[in-house]
């Protein structure tokens, strides 16, 4: 279903800013296009509403126009939540900065400051209780329908239910001798990337496919059969989930993004790297990436005693004792590994300053005396 444009409004400047907005367009995509047009709309259903004297845009300024509009946002009923303030903010900022550049209105670009857009509120992460878990998964598996399936998908794969709907029929690639990944395609941050799989998720894959034979609509690539349009079948297994949460008796706030959130804090927890996570999840900063991950007490408390117990800032003890050193080009070895080992120890006990620095390079030049030292034993 393609989604057509509304009517311009009726306002002097509808079409210099929208003029603007398809400048802009041409490095946006679809979805955020469509948030400039509607702050847009908003800014001037405003602007001809409260100030219609306004026909040009060197008229405008930051004084009442564009406070007037920030304090109309922030006073209405239900009020706005702080990311959608924020983003309309953005746009209309980048809007105005366009607009300054096509039409030599170097002010424009000043009628929103820095300072105007608060800070977002930390985001907590969002998983799933360990029982929430564990009722959801065993209920998908006992339907073993199609939204069952895609959901466990969703959940063994970490990826975005934008992302599922849009995995294409041969999205299982073979990596290796049993070894088996699925492609997702471009996501929310345009990046697409290979997420392995076990069995289950190449079981999956087969279910689902299974049901797109049954569907009647012609094959179109895709694993998912799509009724009308992408925005449809999302509505479609969000619904899905919402009557599984309530026959479970669980909360019916729980959304599809929370199994990505699950999935995050499960790998982590298994002893998949942060950067490793951040592959899997598409991820192109560390800070998107630990909005995903919970950190849970049992969490502190394991790796607080696995800290305790092998600390790994710490040079190792030497092997051998003075007791027991021994012969030849072997000792000379555990000799120097001894001194430098002493030497170690004594630098940390004294204060930053030249003494400790010039340990520091001491300690470096045993490491290469005692690699060199062991080059003898081949010659």
Not at 117 to 145: C, G, K, S, V
């Amino acid at each position: 279903m393609k989604c057509t444009r509304r009517p311009p409004l009726p306002h002097p400047l509808a079409a210099v800013f929208d003029r603007s907005v398809d400048s802009l367009g041409a490095a946006l995509s679809p979805d955020t296009l469509r948030h400039y047009r509607g702050t847009v709309r908003n800014f001037l259903s405003y602007l001809g509403a409260a100030h219609p004297a306004v026909d040009s845009l060197d008229q405008l300024r930051r004084e009442p126009h564009l406070l007037g509009w920030m304090s109309r946002l922030r006073s209405q009923a239900p009020p706005l939540v702080t990311e959608s303030y924020v983003n309309l903010l953005i746009d209309l900022r980048a809007t105005f900065t366009e607009l300054a550049w096509t039409h030599q209105l170097p002010q424009l670009a000043h009628l929103i400051r820095r300072e105007d857009i608060p800070h977002l509120p930390q985001r907590l992460p969002r998983p799933l209780t360990a029982e929430q878990d564990q009722l959801l998964q065993q209920e998908f598996l006992n339907r073993n329908d199609l939204g069952g399936n895609a959901f466990l998908l969703i959940r063994h794969t970490g990826m975005r239910i934008g992302e599922c709907v849009d995995l294409s029929y041969d999205c299982l690639r073979s990596t290796g001798p049993d070894q088996w990944a699925v492609h997702v395609p471009l996501g929310k941050l345009k990046t697409e990337r290979m997420v392995p799989v076990d069995r289950l998720g190449v079981e999956l894959i087969h279910r689902l496919r299974f049901f797109r034979s049954l569907d009647p609509l012609p094959p179109d690539g895709r694993l998912l059969a799509r009724p009308s349009s992408k925005e449809a079948l999302v509505r479609q297994l969000r619904d899905y989930l919402h009557q599984v949460c309530h026959a479970l008796g669980l909360s019916t706030r729980i959304v599809p993004h929370q199994f990505r959130h699950t999935y995050a804090s499960g790998m982590l927890r298994a002893g998949v790297s942060f950067p490793v996570l951040m592959k899997l999840l598409g991820h192109t900063s560390p800070e998107m990436t630990i909005l995903y991950v919970e950190v849970a007490l049992n969490d502190l408390q394991r790796e607080f005693l696995q800290a305790r117990s092998k600390p790994r800032h710490l040079v190792p003890q030497p092997k051998t004792s003075f007791a027991l050193t021994r012969t030849g080009l072997d000792g000379v070895i555990d000799s120097l590994q001894t001194a430098q080992h002493a030497l170690e120890m004594f630098r940390r006990s004294l204060p930053a300053g030249a003494a400790r620095s010039c340990l520091d390079r001491l300690s470096n030049r045993l490491t290469k005396i005692v690699g060199e030292t062991r080059k003898l034993r081949t010659a």
